[in-house]
């Protein structure tokens, strides 16, 4: 066989699969991505509301994501494009006895893997929040170092950056087959022909499972969907991601989380009790009376907000909640870094670096034994799901 | 859509806006679902009629309209229609036509009427979002009607988002809907049905109109619509265009020059003139994406009128009749769609047919009509008028060319039909010592200033000066009393020839103003987001082909208004950059339509309390 034109080849050019192919650029290696969607971030990226925090109960996250603010936080002053960061926090105000339990309970957890948290009490998470219903607020937890990003921009400069360090792009050509020979992964096949590398990383978000059918490989990745919604800019006034961890009134919803952007636009979402499993991402006529009435019970003075979009995307699940970071050990050269169960953004950028390093160097950035934690050939069924999604 | 009330306060925000620190919580109220067999969208000529339809058959039909009143753009037009009197109100002022449908809607008990409530969204479930006054409700239908009409296409040029700059729909409903006369002179961009009708409205409110432009080398309107403009002394720039506007915060000058058949602008043909307003009119485009979004939904839905395709509103009528039937028999109602409505529509929607050479007639009498109409369009109003049936059109095709022959008694019922003031009566022997004849002519400015004993200039059809005529009595046309016919006495020779008076004197403007810079990087493409041409140009040069991705990172279509007027704008951009827009990814259209308070949704404030 002749020498494979590219190093490794992405599946995928969005939350993921932009960083990955990225990061192993700088690792100095030769990188084709292929996508399905006409340009980068065309999938769940552009779905994401933007939140970037290392507030997770699962290790792995937590490090993961320390590693994606660290890398967003320093974005503009690295490489000058300005991907709407901001350093606002993230907070859990808390209303009820039970999450207060919950969430102090997992504070020493989140601290000892270095993340930057606290409990504050009712008039400092006024403060962080002007305007929050002060009726039977206990308190919440805040991390200061948590924040924001737009993922429309940063998916841009990533990928700015990612073609400046040789990487090439094949838009509009869905991957039909993986190619391989003794147990080793060759490349892609699409509509618009074969690509040879010996590293091959499925990074297809809510198509992973369909990629890894290509080969009989059966990953654990099953979509549900969330509406997202966004407001019109109004001037700055909280700084915080909020989440709301009650379960809604309504008999609908688990938890709710938003955020005001970089341009001063409220942008929101909800977790529905029973998912709503598929690939639809049409927009339902459920979703905004259903938010209204959470957001304004939260901030009264919410109800004056102009809502100008709405739009829903997928959260590829898997069935702990966890995601999936390995290689595949039946097809060598075959790398998943798949079901971020709709943190896929916030993640992207730890992933790619881990990932990157993984491939290239052989260990990971983050603690071995964290990201081993994180395995394609863990029991999905042994941990129950994660205490915080 | 906000209704202006008397005691509002209504100011334009400087950046954004705070959001009123207001912590009370407010009792929240229910989200009304209203099911219904056909839900149609938009209370114009196609709208209403559709309803009537179905209403007929005993369809339990949902009208809805964004504005107060139902008419949708016949509640701007104030001139007389064309068509056949039989089919389409021809002869009939379009706010009279609003009036007279909207009473027929009274009349229909299974025809529900929401005025000032605006279709927002169509959901995947098969719904329809709906927010206005009563506050925000869902509409779950089993047939969609969609017709919302159309919006007008932006033109992009230097200066081209300064205060002043209208669209030509926008300054009509200004003008003839909420009697707001908001300049004193103004320019015209574009020479089709709607900016030449705009400029005759504008001269009726005693608007100075300074001229009007058109790229190519013939006005795409009705030639009767151009003659009336040329006639009271308005330039028409054939092959002109505009290159800029300027002014200090608000317009105050714009530059037009000659284009070359490739469109470009000629070097040293330009001119600026002092204007307060410019009217942009470079044509519709259908508002059909609820459609589209319901389509996919998989609800039965049809469009109808301007959302099915951009024609006269006597074709809409049609249009939404024939769809009214058509829907009705897709939910199994029997009935027929009669065969001749079909061919009325075609006939009413059909482009102006070949223009004839004028040539004054030989006087047939003592006392006859001049009728000026020369090229073949859609219309029979001078036919019917005649008492003596004098008037015939050759053929059974009202598109054909009216002639004279017969008897005439001077009633002048033609004169007053006529929708193109087209037709005059001429009187021979009128003062044979003097050697004068008597021209009636139909006017429709204001008539104060006609005294009898005046002398005024007359003009031919096509505006140009003819010679002098005295005012002998002015008085009501019979059954139009806002159409005034002037008696003018005339030397005989210049009898056949008078079409009209002037009422303006042609400016020619100021020669020179800086060549062409029409394509200028600075121009505003998106004015939600104010993206210019020059980031949009930069974005296609580094080979973006998704406009998806324009969102990401220039932010083209993701503002308020989602896209409606940048998108088309855009794509011209791709084509002047050699690029294939069919090659081009459109961008991912979400809801809403309009920006909704979020209070709505949760069902605040329903009754009394605003936003």
């Given at each position: 066989m002749s020498r494979p034109a590219y190093d490794a080849i992405v599946i995928g050019a969005g939350s993921v699969g932009l960083p990955t192919a990225y990061f192993l650029a700088l690792e100095g290696w030769k990188v084709l991505v292929v996508d399905r969607e006409r340009a980068v971030g065309q999938g769940q990226n552009k779905a994401a509301i933007g939140g970037v925090r290392a507030t997770h109960s699962d290790p792995a996250k937590i490090t993961l994501c320390l590693k994606s603010i660290e890398i967003f936080s320093t974005w503009k002053e690295r490489y000058g494009d300005d991907i709407g960061w901001i350093e606002g926090g993230y907070c859990f105000p808390v209303y009820r006895e039970i999450d207060q339990l919950k969430l102090k309970a997992l504070l020493p957890i989140q601290k000892s893997f270095g993340l930057e948290i606290d409990w504050y009490g009712p008039d400092e998470i006024g403060r962080l929040i002007p305007g929050i219903n002060p009726e039977g607020l206990l308190g919440g937890t805040f991390a200061p170092r948590d924040g924001q990003v737009s993922p429309l921009k940063a998916s841009a400069a990533l990928w700015k950056e990612a073609r400046a360090r040789g990487c090439q792009f094949r838009f509009g050509?869905?991957?039909?087959?993986?190619?391989?020979?003794?147990?080793?992964?060759?490349?892609?096949?699409?509509?618009?022909?074969?690509?040879?590398?010996?590293?091959?990383v499925n990074a297809a978000g809510a198509q992973a499972l369909e990629v890894g059918r290509l080969v009989g490989l059966e990953i654990p990745v099953l979509p549900d969907s969330h509406e997202a919604g966004i407001s019109a800019p109004m001037q700055r006034f909280f700084d915080p991601l909020v989440v709301d961890i009650r379960p809604g009134p309504e008999g609908r919803t688990t938890n709710f989380y938003f955020g005001q952007n970089d341009r001063g636009q409220v942008i929101f979402c909800y977790t529905p009790i029973d998912p709503i499993?598929?690939?639809?991402?049409?927009?339902?006529?459920?979703?905004?009376?259903?938010?209204?009435?959470?957001?304004?019970?939260?901030?009264?003075?919410?109800?004056?907000?102009?809502?100008?979009?709405?739009?829903?995307?997928?959260?590829?699940?898997?069935?702990?909640?966890?995601?999936?970071?390995?290689?595949?050990?039946?097809?060598?050269?075959?790398?998943?870094?798949?079901?971020?169960c709709g943190q896929g953004f916030m993640l992207g950028p730890g992933?790619?670096?881990?990932?990157?390093?993984?491939?290239?160097?052989?260990?990971?950035?983050?603690?071995?034994?964290?990201?081993?934690?994180?395995?394609f050939y863990r029991d999905f069924n042994a941990r129950r799901s994660e205490a915080l999604r | 859509m906000t209704v202006v009330r008397p005691g509002m306060k209504v100011r334009s925000c400087e950046g954004h806006p705070v959001l009123p620190p207001r912590d009370d919580l407010p009792p929240f109220g229910e989200i009304e679902t209203i099911e219904t067999e056909v839900l149609v969208i938009g209370g114009g000529p196609a709208g209403i009629n559709a309803a009537l339809e179905l209403g007929a058959l005993g369809i339990e039909t949902l009208l809805v309209d964004d504005k107060q009143e139902l008419g949708g753009k016949l509640t701007l037009q104030t001139h007389p229609f064309f068509g056949s009197r039989d089919?389409?109100?021809?002869?009939?002022?379009g706010i009279e036509i609003a009036r007279i449908l909207t009473g027929k809607l009274a009349g229909t008990p299974s025809v529900r009427v929401v005025t000032g409530a605006t279709a927002v969204g169509a959901f995947h479930d098969r719904m329809v979002g709906m927010y206005g006054e009563g506050g925000y409700f869902l509409v779950e239908p089993r047939a969609v009607v969609v017709a919302c009409g159309a919006r007008e296409k932006g033109l992009a040029f230097p200066g081209c988002?300064?205060?002043?700059?209208?669209?030509?729909?926008?300054?009509?409903?200004?003008?003839?809907?909420?009697?707001?006369?908001?300049?004193?002179?103004?320019?015209?961009?574009?020479?089709?049905?709607?900016?030449l009708i705009a400029g005759y409205h504008a001269i009726q409110a005693g608007i100075r109109v300074v001229g009007l432009v058109e790229a190519l080398p013939r006005c795409g309107g009705y030639k009767v619509h151009a003659d009336k403009l040329h006639r009271l002394g308005v330039p028409i720039h054939t092959s002109h265009t505009v290159l800029r506007a300027q002014g200090d915060g608000r317009l105050e000058r714009i530059t037009i020059a000659a284009v070359d058949e490739a469109l470009r602008p000629v070097e040293g043909t330009e001119r600026s003139f002092d204007v307060d307003t410019l009217l942009i009119a470079v044509g519709l485009t259908p508002i059909d994406e609820l459609a589209a979004k319901l389509s996919r939904f998989h609800v039965r839905t049809f469009t109808c009128g301007d959302s099915a395709e951009i024609a006269e509103a006597s074709a809409a009528i049609f249009s939404g009749r024939i769809t009214g039937r058509t829907v009705a028999r897709e939910l199994g109602y029997e009935v027929e769609i009669p065969p001749d409505w079909g061919r009325t529509q075609e006939i009413l929607r059909s482009?102006?047919?070949?223009?004839?050479?004028?040539?004054?007639?030989?006087?047939?009498?003592?006392?006859?009509?001049?009728?000026?109409?020369?090229?073949e369009i859609p219309c029979n109003p001078c036919v019917d008028s005649c008492p003596n049936r004098s008037i015939a059109i050759p053929g059974d095709s009202i598109m054909g060319l009216p002639v004279f022959s017969g008897e005439c008694s001077g009633c002048l019922k033609c004169v007053a039909a006529c929708p193109a003031l087209a037709i005059t009566i001429v009187r021979r022997g009128h003062d044979p010592q003097r050697g004068l004849s008597l021209v009636v002519v139909p006017y429709e400015l204001d008539p104060a200033g006609l005294r009898e004993g005046l002398a005024v200039a007359t003009v031919d059809m096509n505006g140009e000066a003819v010679g002098e005529g005295t005012v002998v009595r002015v008085r009501k046309a019979p059954g139009d009393p806002k159409r005034m016919l002037v008696s003018l006495e005339v030397p005989d020779a210049e009898a056949v020839k008078v079409a009209g008076l002037r009422a303006l004197e042609a400016e020619e403007g100021a020669w020179g103003g800086g060549a062409a810079d029409a394509l200028s990087d600075e121009t505003i493409i998106c004015r939600c987001e104010r993206?210019?041409?020059?980031?949009?140009?930069?974005?296609?040069?580094?080979?973006?082909?998704?406009?998806?991705?324009?969102?990401?990172?220039?932010?083209?279509?993701?503002?308020?208004?989602?896209?409606?007027?940048?998108?088309?704008?855009?794509?011209?951009?791709y084509r002047e950059e050699g690029i294939d827009p069919s090659a081009v990814t459109r961008p991912t259209d979400r809801p809403f339509v309009a920006e909704v308070p979020l209070s709505a949704f949760a069902g605040i404030g329903k009754k009394g309390e605003g936003r």
């Open positions: 050509e869905q991957v039909t087959d993986l190619l391989h020979n003794g147990g080793r992964i060759e490349g892609v096949r699409t509509p618009g022909g074969s690509y040879h590398a010996p590293v091959v499993t598929g690939m639809n991402r049409s927009e339902t006529s459920e979703f905004m009376p259903v938010i209204a009435r959470r957001l304004i019970e939260l901030i009264p003075r919410l109800r004056n907000m102009m809502i100008r979009r709405v739009w829903r995307g997928l959260y590829p699940m898997t069935p702990d909640g966890i995601i999936i970071l390995d290689e595949v050990r039946e097809l060598r050269g075959l790398y998943l870094a798949v079901g971020m992933v790619g670096l881990n990932m990157a390093r993984f491939i290239a160097r052989g260990e990971p950035d983050i603690d071995r034994g964290i990201f081993d934690s994180v395995g | 089919d389409c109100y021809a002869g009939i002022r988002d300064l205060p002043g700059v209208y669209g030509a729909g926008a300054f009509q409903t200004l003008l003839n809907r909420d009697l707001v006369v908001p300049t004193d002179r103004l320019f015209i961009v574009g020479g089709g049905n709607v900016g482009r102006p047919g070949a223009v004839v050479e004028w040539r004054d007639p030989e006087p047939p009498g003592e006392v006859f009509p001049v009728i000026r109409c020369v090229e993206v210019t041409a020059g980031e949009v140009r930069a974005e296609i040069r580094a080979g973006v082909t998704d406009m998806n991705t324009l969102k990401a990172t220039i932010r083209t279509g993701m503002g308020a208004c989602g896209g409606k007027t940048c998108t088309e704008l855009i794509l011209r951009l």
